[in-house]
């Protein structure tokens, strides 16, 4: 039996929006921005889609929603469109975001502080989440912008959006906000939040790969990454890859409706909660940030003893794909950053293993990884130098 | 980079068979407890390096027949990633048959090379090559157990490159020797840097206690240092050819021999020349002069007068010399 455990990573196409995006390939495939019929005939599903989209985040019919490659290109453009119109010809030079976001934007800071912009770095408590407060005791005369994402893409844990919206809006400040691992899991609603950027990523709720979208609050600037034609407004340049846009629509409509997201947070969290009760039932194991505020379909284990690349190692001899922050299972040997923001056990760095569910997972595969994870504990744990010979572990107590 | 490197895959699939096998079945996994160690007829050392924290720890037993130093039995436990467990389990079985002494010659390098299906092939991937360290790091501390004396004092060297196992004064003497001005050059001289690549600079997966960008600039700092001392003292002792002179020597060297020879003949006609720069052509020195007054725009500047300054400054300062006016 095969068992994919990595959804946050990425999730399989729904077939249904599949099939909707196959007739734009060899059937439907004029250029949108072309006169004749051939463009023109794009339009109406085009339309269907963005529809779609501005339903699934709750846009106003004035804001702008640019369809992008993905959300690194949009957290990219949101960042370096603020530096532009703020901090190059403006007067401000100050960004504030934490230490646990997605590297499309701590890498963009990193790059923006060698051209002389002040990031700042927002830590997380031992939750995994900072509060409002803590954004509005950052705040700054000179901060240009606030980028905190919605749902971390580790623990699942979901941050205090309204909250922060709430304070950036009242000191003036724009609110971006990277709803990668939110949308299809939680409510996700721009303008209850006071949200003036949103980025996201089709391929995370049963999309395309290839595709993503930003949404722009009416009345903020945004400078465009990719000059060229007046696509998107003028806003993104490049011919719009239709076949992805109408599946990104369609995989939006159908994660963001009521009976999905009902669907996710019932069904998918019974089973995630069943694989995560079964995994604590086994000595020396704890769920890192908690059981609170969560995504529904995630949870980030740590496995004391058992280091993350090995655990992936016996699972995947098994059919079951997951994933860890741990150093080994990448080129950059680095402990994860969002394990290492913790900070209170830094033995548990290398430890955590992330398992991420979908609106596909069945419980024959949740019962399947449970039996093989057992077993790859039992097995590493023995090898384990750090754990079988710890007296109150003794491997007997598995 | 290259086409090859656009594409990342994973880095499993770069794992030899060994390490595989070795991973799913480590032979020499295990404890061995005093009984075991006394029934075997040796003395028992248990040595532990690295940390959990850090992502990889390995403890090493060993039965050590005290008559003949030689290691009996050998077994391990390891928390690390597949490399890490396969790397225990293959430097385990090295050391059984070995005398202590012996063992301590055993390094990562030994270690992924019987990793190795094909003797050609690296058994994993250049970042990888960090986890086969801690093997020969736990010898050096079982050894240095058996034998009631500190782990350093096996290191004779200090070892900048871990992965490769490269020395601070191979890495410095190879800078001098082949006038080096990368670091790019250094990993193509000796390895140091092509693994796991922390020993390059500060902000790696590990902290090292010198990188390869200070020991370059360190290192040319004082061969331009000796360059310049060299220069002084032989200037002094009146035997500095012009090759081994710094900029400001040459240009001072030829002035003289300019200001004597050749610019009264020009002040003369109501002109003059200048020095603006030398580049080393090797094994030219190209001389760009420039004519002032007079001269600037006479014909014989890049005939008959040329010629003659140039014979006057071959013959007596170097005979590479050529004279370029701009």
Redesign the interface.
């Known amino acids: 039996m095969e068992v994919y455990l990595d959804n946050n990573a990425t999730t399989m196409v729904d077939p249904e929006v599949f099939k909707a995006m196959e007739p734009f390939f060899c059937t439907i495939y004029g250029n949108p921005n072309s006169l004749h019929k051939f463009g023109a005939g794009t339009h109406p599903k085009m339309v269907e889609a963005l529809n779609y989209l501005y339903e699934g985040i709750n846009a106003a019919d004035e804001d702008d929603i640019i369809i992008t490659a993905n959300a690194t290109e949009s957290n990219n453009t949101v960042i370096k469109g603020v530096w532009v119109d703020k901090i190059l010809n403006g007067n401000k030079n100050h960004i504030i975001t934490s230490e646990v976001e997605h590297p499309s934007i701590t890498a963009v800071c990193k790059f923006l502080e060698t051209q002389g912009v002040s990031v700042t770095y927002l830590t997380v408590n031992e939750e995994g989440i900072l509060d409002a407060q803590q954004v509005k005791d950052a705040i700054r005369e000179d901060t240009a912008l606030v980028s905190i994402m919605w749902a971390n893409n580790e623990t699942g844990k979901i941050f205090p959006i309204a909250e922060i919206g709430a304070v950036c809006k009242e000191a003036g400040i724009p609110f971006h906000t990277d709803a990668t691992q939110a949308i299809g899991k939680v409510p996700v609603n721009v303008q209850a939040c006071n949200v003036t950027y949103l980025s996201f990523s089709a391929h995370k709720f049963h999309g395309p790969k290839g595709v993503g979208g930003l949404y722009v609050q009416k009345g903020y600037e945004l400078t465009p990454l990719l000059h060229g034609g007046e696509q998107m407004g003028g806003h993104r340049a490049g011919t719009v890859d239709v076949a992805s846009m109408v599946g990104m629509g369609l995989a939006m409509h159908l994660a963001t409706k009521p009976e999905a997201l009902e669907f996710e947070n019932t069904e998918v969290k019974r089973l995630r909660d069943k694989l995560e009760d079964a995994i604590l039932e086994l000595p020396e194991t704890v769920v890192i940030g908690g059981k609170d505020n969560r995504t529904p379909n995630t949870t980030l284990i740590s496995i004391r003893?058992?280091?993350g690349?090995?655990m992936l190692?016996d699972m995947?001899?098994k059919t079951i794909g997951a994933s860890t922050g741990?150093?080994?299972?990448?080129?950059?040997?680095?402990?994860n950053p969002v394990m290492n923001a913790f900070g209170s056990d830094?033995?548990l760095?290398?430890?955590g293993v992330r398992f991420s569910l979908s609106r596909f997972t069945t419980e024959e595969q949740i019962d399947y990884a449970i039996e093989v994870i057992k077993n790859a504990v039992k097995r590493l744990r023995?090898?384990?130098?750090?754990?079988?010979?710890t007296p109150k572990h003794h491997v007997s107590e598995l | 980079m290259a086409k090859g490197d656009l594409i990342s895959g994973s880095i499993w699939d770069e794992y030899s068979n060994q390490v595989i096998r070795r991973m799913d079945e480590p032979t020499h996994q295990g404890e061995i407890t005093e009984e075991m160690a006394t029934k075997a007829g040796g003395k028992l050392i248990v040595a532990d390096f690295g940390a959990e924290s850090c992502g990889d720890a390995v403890r090493l037993y060993w039965v050590v027949d005290e008559k003949t130093d030689k290691i009996v039995d050998s077994k391990f436990k390891s928390f690390g990633c597949g490399t890490a467990i396969a790397s225990s389990d293959v430097m385990a079985e090295l050391c059984i048959g070995k005398t202590v002494d012996e063992a301590i010659k055993i390094t990562n390098i030994d270690v992924e090379h019987a990793l190795r299906d094909h003797p050609d092939v690296p058994a994993v991937p250049p970042q990888k090559m960090h986890c086969s360290v801690m093997a020969y790091d736990v010898i050096k501390k079982a050894a240095a157990q058996y034998k009631g004396v500190d782990m350093e004092s096996f290191e004779t060297e200090q070892i900048v490159c871990e992965c490769a196992r490269v020395s601070l004064s191979t890495i410095q003497e190879v800078i001098r020797l082949n006038d080096l001005t990368t670091v790019e050059q250094i990993t193509d001289y000796t390895k140091a840097g092509a693994f796991c690549k922390s020993c390059i600079k500060p902000g790696g997966h590990e902290e090292k206690d010198i990188y390869l960008v200070d020991i370059l600039a360190n290192t040319r700092a004082e061969m331009e240092h000796d360059k310049l001392k060299n220069a002084a003292d032989a200037s002094e002792a009146g035997n500095l050819t012009f090759d081994k002179m710094t900029m400001v020597q040459r240009i001072k060297a030829l002035d003289e021999v300019l200001d004597a020879d050749v610019r009264p003949m020009l002040i003369m006609d109501g002109g003059n020349m200048e020095i603006i720069d030398i580049k080393e052509n090797i094994p030219h020195y190209d001389v760009y002069i420039r004519y002032l007054g007079a001269c600037n725009g006479c014909a014989s500047g890049s005939t008959g007068t040329l010629y003659a300054m140039e014979s006057i400054l071959k013959q007596k300062v170097d005979e590479n010399i050529r004279i370029l006016p701009i």
């Open positions: 003893g058992v280091e690349e090995s190692w995947n001899q741990s150093a080994c299972a990448s080129e950059d040997l680095e402990a830094s033995e760095a290398h430890t023995t090898i384990s130098s750090s754990y079988a010979y």
